[in-house]
Every structure is written in C-alpha cells, then in structure tokens.
C-alpha cells in the first residue's frame, strides 16, 4: 500500500503563511491527480486544491484563491499558504489517485490551526 506522510502544519497568527508538504512512500509518478482536503471541527471534510499528474492544471475552492497554491515536484506535493485566517483552521489532508494501485489513498492529516 501506498502511504502519504504530510507535513508541516502547526500554530501560526492570522496573515501568516505556511507551507505543508506530502511524501508518498512509493514513486510520485506512481501517482496521477492530487489534491489537498481539509477538515475544520464538527464540518465535512472538502476539497481545498488538486492537481493533475502533469501539475498543469490545478483548481481551488473559491475561499482560497489568490491566497494558496498548490504544487508538485519529483518528489513531494506542497500547499503554500499565505494570509491565513482564523477560518483556515482545520486537519489538512493530501489525497492521492494511482492507476498503477487502482486506488485513491489519504494521509493521516496535519494540523494547521490560525489565531485571531
């Protein structure tokens, strides 16, 4: 199975930036389109960012655009976050689809809470 490690969440001021990263534990090429979810207490779970294999295409919720982007590189899938609000605060969770597995994956989540 493939796991995804994310990385990089933790306690900043509202305006503030972070950058998380996910690592799979099998070749990135092995996965096709990504994406960042999030999931904020008592709330379902959306889709904040994905992108495509190629990292061509990408598409954002309406809340964060101009204010996140989302990227890949050989190795890791990122989320930068800039001008961050209290509303931001959630468990942020990267997604992966394989074709080579047949499967969609998910990490295990981190935390990004924003002060106001």
């Known amino acids: 199975q493939v796991q995804l490690a994310e990385s990089g969440g933790g306690l900043v001021q509202a305006g503030g930036s972070l950058r998380l990263s996910c690592e799979p534990s099998?070749?990135?090429?092995?996965?096709?389109?990504m994406a960042w979810y999030r999931q904020a207490p008592g709330k379902q779970r959306e889709l904040v960012a994905n992108?495509?294999?190629?990292?061509?295409i990408t598409n954002y919720i309406d809340s964060v655009k101009g204010r996140f982007n989302i990227s890949r590189d050989n190795a890791k899938l990122y989320l930068q976050m800039n001008s961050l609000k209290p509303e931001d605060t959630a468990v942020y969770y990267c997604n992966g689809e394989s074709r080579w597995y047949g499967k969609i994956f998910w990490g295990q989540g981190t935390q990004v809470t924003v002060s106001s």
């Open positions: 099998v070749s990135i090429f092995r996965l096709n389109d």
């Open positions: 992108i495509t294999t190629t990292g061509v």
